[in-house]
Nanobody, 130 residues
């Protein structure tokens, strides 16, 4: 069982920045995927960004490309999401997710098919509003 601790989030005006962080413990492998899944009000959850630990492969949803940056501190099993030039449509609950890289899956596939992740954080609220 993985333990997930999220931090960050909050409220910001359009154009502003926020950073989310998430530390995961309990991995039995060094080949895993960490990421962020977002649920906007009234919408289904969607994969925002994910990153693999082994080769550093990343995935970004088209709506955040060029604005969000995911990074990972492998030594600390921590993933960060730097969110810049934020927009009102970025508002939602952001969940940190973690799991070993599933056989036959890419980082992108796991992020898009986010229900494949076995471990979820409690979620942190991000609000972008003027």
């Amino acid at each position: 069982q993985l333990a997930i601790v999220e931090s960050g989030g909050g409220s910001v005006q359009p154009g502003g920045s926020l950073t989310l962080s998430c530390t995961v413990s309990g991995f039995s492998t060094d080949d895993y995927v960490l990421g962020w899944i977002r649920q906007a009000p009234g919408k289904d959850r969607e994969g925002v960004s994910c990153m693999g630990s082994n080769e550093g492969r990343t995935y970004y949803d088209d709506t955040v490309k060029g604005r969000f940056t995911i990074s990972m501190d492998n030594a600390k099993n921590t993933v960060f999401l730097q969110m810049n030039d934020m927009k009102p449509e970025d508002t939602g609950i952001y969940y940190c997710v973690a799991d070993e890289l599933h056989l036959g899956y890419t980082v992108q596939a796991m992020c898009v098919l986010h229900r494949t992740f076995g471990s979820w954080g409690q979620g942190t609220q991000v609000t972008v509003s003027s």
